[in-house]
């Protein structure tokens, strides 16, 4: 069983930059994809970037290309989501997910694994 700890949210005002991580433990993720979701107020949660833990191949979604980049250290066998040009559209709980499989995906029901969630709040 993956457990998953996210960490790093906080208050930040538009234009800046903040770093999530996401601490993975209990076995090997060499054959995962994580990814990063958000939920905003009164809204379902959303994909928001996903890495392959084998090869790092990325893929995001629209409204944050260019400016989030999803990255892993295998080291600390942590995923990070680095996010810059921060809107106040941005705010949201930022979720970590576990996909046990190298076939990329970005529906909820097919991550198996989540975190607790971080706060992430931008003002404008």
């Known amino acids: 069983q993956v457990q998953l700890a996210e960490s790093g949210g906080g208050l930040v005002q538009a234009g800046h930059s903040l770093r999530l991580s996401c601490a993975v433990s209990g076995r090997s993720i060499s054959n995962y994809i994580m990814g990063w979701f958000r939920q905003a107020p009164g809204k379902e949660r959303e994909f928001v970037a996903r890495?392959?833990?084998?090869?790092?191949?990325?893929y995001y979604a629209d409204s944050v290309k260019g400016r989030f980049t999803i990255s892993r250290d295998n080291a600390k066998n942590t995923v990070y989501l680095q996010m810059n040009s921060l809107k106040a559209e941005d705010t949201a709980v930022y979720y970590c997910?576990?996909?046990?499989?190298?076939?990329?995906?970005?529906?909820?029901?097919?991550?198996?694994?989540w975190g607790q969630g971080t706060q992430v709040t931008v003002s404008s």
């Open positions: 890495i392959r833990w084998s090869d790092d191949y990325t």
């Open positions: 997910g576990a996909r046990r499989s190298r076939l990329g995906a970005i529906r909820l029901d097919e991550y198996e694994a």
